[in-house]
C-alpha cells in the first residue's frame, strides 16, 4: 500500500485498491468518526475518544467506490461487539444460503468450506450439521472488501452501511475488473435481502468469461452513471439531503414534547448517528438485544444503551421508535407489537424516514 500522510492508528491511502489509480475523486465526508463499533463504558471515556476521517472516494479507473483512510486493525478490532447469531433473520439467510452452496456444488464430507470473517462460527455450524468440513478465520481479515451491492447502496440511500470496517463499496463494473486482474471469471449472481441487500457472486477459476448476467449487471450499472462517478455524485447529494430530512423529523418531535428512543445500537446506526448530530438530546437511549452492549453509550454520540425490555417501562414509555436497525424492521415491529397496541409508532430511516403507524 502507498501512503501520503500517516498518524497513529490511521493510514491514508493514496492510490485505488483494485487498479492502483492516484487520481481519486472524494465523492461524501462522513466524518469525522469514531470506530462504529467502539462502545463506550462510562462517561469517563467520553473525553479521550478517537475520530477519523471517514471519506468515500471514487476511482474512474475502475469505478470503485472505496474509502483511503485505513485504520490500524489492532485499534478497530480490539472490542468487536457485533455478534452474528443474535438475529433470527440472519440465521434463516445463512442456513438458506449454506442449502444452496451445498446443492450447487454437491458438498460431500471430503469437502472443505473455508469462511473468511466467519465472526462466531454460526453460518459454518449450517455446513457442520449437513457433514462437511469447514474452517473459519476471524479477525481482522473482514478489512477484506465487503461486496455489498452498489446498486443498493444507491438507490436505498444505505450511507450507514459505510464506516470504517468497509474499505471497499463495489459496483458489479468494479468487481469485475477485481476479477480480471486475479485470472477470475464470474459464472453467477444471486440477489440476497439481508443486510439491506446485497449481490451474491459465485467466481471460478475454471471458466474463461462472465456469465451474460453479470454483463447485463455491468450495462445496467455504466446506464445508469455508476462507471462515470455521476451515479455517486447523485448519491452524496442524497445522502445530504436525508440528513436534512432527519433532523428536521425528530427535532419537530422533540419540539412537540414526543418522546423518542431508538431501537438497535448496530455499527451502521453510529454512522448515521454522527453524521446527522443526533445525540441523547434527540434520542435520550437505544436498546438493543445484545447482552454485550446493554449498558454501553453509542461512540461519538453518547446515548445510553438499554436492555429491551425498557420500552415498555411505564414511567418513560416512548411515543416513537426510531429502528436503527432497519433492516430487521418487519422482525422488530413484530416483536413490539405492544408499543403498536398503544398508539406507539415507529420511524424507518432509510431510505427516507419514514413515520409507521
Ligand atoms: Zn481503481
Not at 442449502?99 to 459454518?124: E, R
Not at 463499496?169 to 480480471?180: A, D, G, I, K
Not at 443486510?195 to 451474491?200: D, E, K, P, V, Y
Not at 446506464?223 to 455521476?230: K, L, R, T
Amino acid at each position: 500500500m502507498s501512503s501520503d500522510s500517516e498518524r497513529p492508528g490511521i493510514v491514508h491511502r493514496s492510490d485505488c485498491r483494485v487498479c492502483g489509480r492516484t487520481e481519486l475523486e472524494r465523492i461524501l465526508s462522513l466524518g469525522p468518526s469514531p470506530l462504529a463499533n467502539a462502545f463506550l463504558e462510562s462517561a469517563g471515556d467520553f473525553a479521550g475518544e478517537a475520530f477519523f476521517p471517514l471519506d468515500l472516494y471514487f476511482c474512474s479507473g475502475c469505478s470503485l467506490l472505496q474509502l483511503l483512510d485505513v485504520v490500524n486493525p489492532e485499534v478497530m478490532f480490539r472490542r468487536y461487539l457485533y455478534v452474528t447469531g443474535t438475529s433470527t433473520t440472519v440465521a434463516e439467510h445463512n442456513q438458506r444460503y449454506a442449502d444452496t452452496l451445498c446443492d450447487l456444488l454437491d458438498l460431500a464430507a471430503t469437502d472443505l468450506v473455508v469462511d473468511i470473517a466467519s465472526n462466531n462460527g454460526s453460518f459454518l455450524q449450517c455446513f457442520r450439521a449437513r457433514g462437511v468440513r469447514t474452517l473459519g478465520i476471524e479477525p481482522a481479515v473482514n478489512l477484506a472488501a465487503r461486496a455489498s451491492a452498489a446498486r443498493d447502496l444507491l438507490d436505498r440511500v444505505e450511507y450507514d452501511t459505510i464506516y470504517h470496517e468497509h474499505l471497499s463499496y463495489f459496483s458489479v463494473t468494479s468487481l469485475l475488473r477485481l476479477c480480471e486482474r486475479a485470472g477470475l471469471a464470474a459464472v453467477r449472481v444471486d440477489r440476497v435481502h439481508v443486510h439491506g441487500g446485497s449481490l451474491r457472486m459465485y467466481l471460478s477459476r475454471s471458466a474463461v468469461s462472465h456469465a451474460p448476467e453479470v454483463r447485463d449487471l455491468e450495462s445496467e450499472e455504466r446506464d445508469a452513471g455508476v462507471a462515470a462517478g455521476e451515479r455517486y455524485r447523485q448519491f452524496a447529494r442524497d445522502v445530504e439531503r436525508h440528513r436534512t430530512d432527519l433532523r428536521a423529523l425528530l427535532s419537530q418531535l422533540s419540539g412537540n414534547g414526543s418522546r423518542v428512543v431508538g431501537y438497535g445500537a448496530p455499527a451502521k446506526g453510529n454512522t448515521l448517528l454522527n453524521y446527522c448530530g443526533i445525540d441523547s438530546t434527540l434520542l435520550p437511549y437505544t436498546v438493543d438485544k445484545n447482552p454485550l452492549k446493554v449498558g454501553l453509550f453509542t461512540p461519538g454520540t453518547h446515548i445510553p444503551v438499554r436492555d429491551v425490555s425498557a420500552l415498555s417501562d411505564q414511567n418513560l414509555l416512548p411515543e416513537y421508535v426510531l429502528i436503527l436497525a432497519w433492516n430487521f424492521a418487519e422482525e422488530i415491529m413484530a416483536q413490539q407489537a405492544a408499543h403498536r397496541a398503544r398508539g406507539g409508532k415507529f420511524i424507518i430511516p432509510i431510505p427516507e424516514p419514514q413515520v409507521v403507524r
